[in-house]
DNA sequence: TTGTAAGCGTTATCAT
DNA sequence: ATGATAACGCTTACAA
């Protein structure tokens, strides 16, 4: 039933040398190799890619491990990934974490076990801050989104700070000044953001308050109830990426807040569905194809040449400025106004 | 460098095939087994799962074949897969095809030299109906989603015309009568939907036209774009899936028509940030969860009995009613008006 | 229960 | 350029 490479050789009158060069692309007489194709054809012949890895020592497999194949941000980096690599002859492990560093770990383990040319991670948040980084993997890792600290791993990340305070530039100019920022406590990316957050607000001389959310959405969302039923409420909040911004919008309509009346909905991702809700959503763009391309790019280079030194990669977003920045009830138009 | 099971082995003083049984479950005296779990602990031991799979003969790997992973039906999905494949040991191989039939027959073959124990796939949309189904693979399959024609392959799809026809039932409640349909004119899913929507609108008599668009989102909008231009415009939109609804709000703001407003719009697939455009949009929420799971129950079933008769699922969904169906200008309330 | 040894299907080495 | 052969690291008869 099952035919091998014998099987093709005996068919073609050649070594099973000879087929493997052939399949192998490697030097052959052109007859040879025309007669050992036509085998392999005839007797329906496929490699068996365990057998070949085993020999040859390379698994031709990446992992692609991310912490939540949900986020529209990790599916459409994902996609980047696994188009180059079958374009490569490469094959793709999807593995989600759910952000659960046990499972990451575990993930990492099966890797290992794998002999996977290399890893792409999207690490998942660390609950602690202190936590100590994995153990150096015996295989090439390149670190998307977020970086873990402790470790030296090659990455590429958004531009986090710099492109907060961009947010923040566009929001001041909308003439909104009291500004609430929300921010993923767990990750050093919502920290980044957080900061530049807090640099421009400052630069600005806003009133604004920034809150590190821990995980669960029940807890961001008692924290926005909170802050939306002082006395003055905010004019804008800004949160740390798409899932967040989702959040908000729940609980602003559980208040019965209305988006971009009442308040303000600014933050980071340009999912597809953004320009339709409310007057559209004022967002930082992330690359995502840059970042996906970028992350093999550093991989294969890396599987190249391992002793090399760690790459730190920082991608610009782009600001989409859309409705949701309509200035607040009696405000100077955008451009005329106070902003430093 | 690389450590083997003789390693291991030689470790625990004890034969090879002993390690392996420790690590394969198999009976073995507990203090023998204690040694060689110390042994692989002390030595850092991974086994090599391209060689375990060469000599086993069973790979414990799935494909997973989406059609369009951007689709957040599809990673929903996915996520379901990729978890009981975690939980049972097994991997995943992720493969998207980007609705190309080319790269969906590369990724079978290639499934084929991985000897995956199954494969799930949610074929591409078919371009030509007549085309002729694949050669029958040497692997399980289950499709999702959308069925092959003339393959009879397990499969687990959503009960499309029944749903259709239970949207239509609810547009009519709402006193909606002139009613657009857009079903995808490449796959049976949509040809399914596009029948339960011509039978419910034949029952309530309404003035329903339905339309099968081509792939591109481009042809879609032109034709939306005549629709809508007509003397006079229909009450409501019922597109196919969510990717085509987000196609056709697109093409309601290019228009400069209001949902919920002008016009209604309702459909399948109820993605997170449905709730937040116009008052909601109406849609059939497709049981993702239930999809993968018996997606994956159905491939282990067919693992262990090759050659029992294919099974075909069909599942439910739920219509999650939202302010996207308010009346047109001048209707009775719903529950006392007009519909047979 | 444990050890010995063969072999899974391929590629790499070494002759030719 | 091609062929014979060993070896990749593991599991599984089979023997003890």
Not at 25 to 53: D, F, S
């Amino acid at each position: 039933m099952a035919v091998g490479i014998r099987d093709v050789a005996r068919e073609a009158n050649v070594s099973p040398a000879t087929v493997s060069r052939v399949l192998g692309g490697k030097p052959v007489n052109p007859a040879m190799r025309e007669r050992v194709l036509q085998a392999v054809e005839r007797t329906g012949y496929r490699p068996n890619l365990a057998a070949r890895r085993l020999r040859s020592q390379r698994s031709n497999t990446i992992g692609l491990i991310v912490a939540d194949i949900r986020n529209p941000f990790f599916t459409a980096v994902s996609r980047t990934i696994e188009d180059i690599a079958a374009q490569r002859g490469m094959r793709v492990i999807l593995c989600n974490t759910d952000e659960d560093a046990a499972k990451e770990a575990a993930y990492l383990d099966l890797m290992a076990q794998e002999r996977v040319s290399g890893v792409i991670l999207a690490p998942a948040r660390r609950k602690g801050a202190g936590r100590r980084p994995p153990p150096r993997p015996d295989f090439p890792v390149v670190l998307i989104d977020r970086t873990i600290p402790g470790a030296t791993f090659d990455c590429v990340i958004l531009e986090n700070a710099a492109m907060a305070g961009e947010l923040v530039d566009h929001l001041a100019q909308a003439g909104h000044r009291r500004i609430v920022g929300l921010f993923g406590a767990d990750s050093g990316t919502g920290r980044e953001r957080r900061e530049g957050f807090e640099e421009a607000s400052a630069r600005h001389a806003l009133d604004a308050t920034s809150h590190l959310i821990p995980h669960g959405e029940t807890e961001g969302a008692q924290m926005l109830r909170d802050l939306l039923c002082t006395a003055e409420r905010p004019d804008a909040i800004m949160a740390s990426n798409g899932v967040m911004l989702l959040g908000v919008l729940r609980a602003l309509r559980a208040l019965h807040i209305d988006v971009p009346g009442d308040i303000a909905l600014a933050g980071f991702d340009n999912n597809d569905w953004m320009e339709f809700v409310g007057q559209g959503l004022t967002v930082i763009e992330q690359p995502v194809e840059d970042i996906g391309a970028t992350a093999m790019t550093m991989l294969l280079d890396r599987i190249d040449n391992p002793d090399a030194a760690a790459r730190r990669v920082v991608l610009r977003g782009q600001l989409v400025a859309r409705g949701s920045t309509v200035p607040p009830a009696g405000t100077p138009a955008p451009g005329t106004g106070a902003p430093a």
